[in-house]
């Protein structure tokens, strides 16, 4: 197994409208955010379990612009195609040149809905069971650690 598949998974975002700050990408923080929502309601984890256990980031800095996401999903991708990528939502999936196919995993990518509240996907059965046990598929030493806790964290 590479070293690359042995590296943290990498959480695969928009923006962050709090700043452009890569610390604070999907960062758990402040509650009702993407980065908590996908941490808190949809993992179901606790934070510094979260935080510890994903790398995370953003594919623009400022405004969503396909063209810059398109370099920054390239700049990710082509030096660590072993890398465990999950992506979270359609515009992601567009700059990596892959279809949206929520909850699917291939062997390059993990996909799931954007975590936003305004994501309908999320409101469907069995949604959040299904995220879980796709990111588990790719993820299993995260066992205990997803679904610890459910909404509250």
């Known amino acids: 197994m590479s070293c690359l598949r042995d590296a943290k998974p990498l959480l695969v975002g928009e923006l ?9 990408a999907l960062y758990p923080a402040p509650d009702g955010c993407s980065g908590h929502r996908l941490c808190c309601l949809i993992l179901g984890m ?11 980031v953003n ?3 400022d405004k969503w612009s396909l063209k810059q ?6 700049d990710l991708f082509s030096p660590q195609p072993e890398r465990r990528f999950i ?13 949206f196919k929520p909850f699917v995993r291939s062997e390059e990518f993990l996909i799931l809905p954007h975590p936003s509240g305004l994501c309908r996907l999320w409101n469907e059965v069995n ?3 299904m995220a879980r046990a796709a990111v588990l598929a790719i993820a299993p030493e995260l066992v ?8 509250k964290c």
């Open 46 to 56: 606790q934070r510094r379990a979260y935080l510890d256990s994903f790398d995370r």
């Open 16 to 24: 962050n409208p709090y700043g452009a700050d890569p610390e604070f």
């Open 69 to 74: 996401a398109r370099q920054a999903a390239y």
């Open 87 to 99: 992506l979270l939502g359609s515009k992601v999936c567009s700059a990596f040149g892959v279809d």
């Open 127 to 129: 949604a959040v069971a």
């Open 144 to 151: 205990g650690k997803i679904g610890e806790v459910d909404g």
């Open 59 to 61: 594919l623009c800095s």
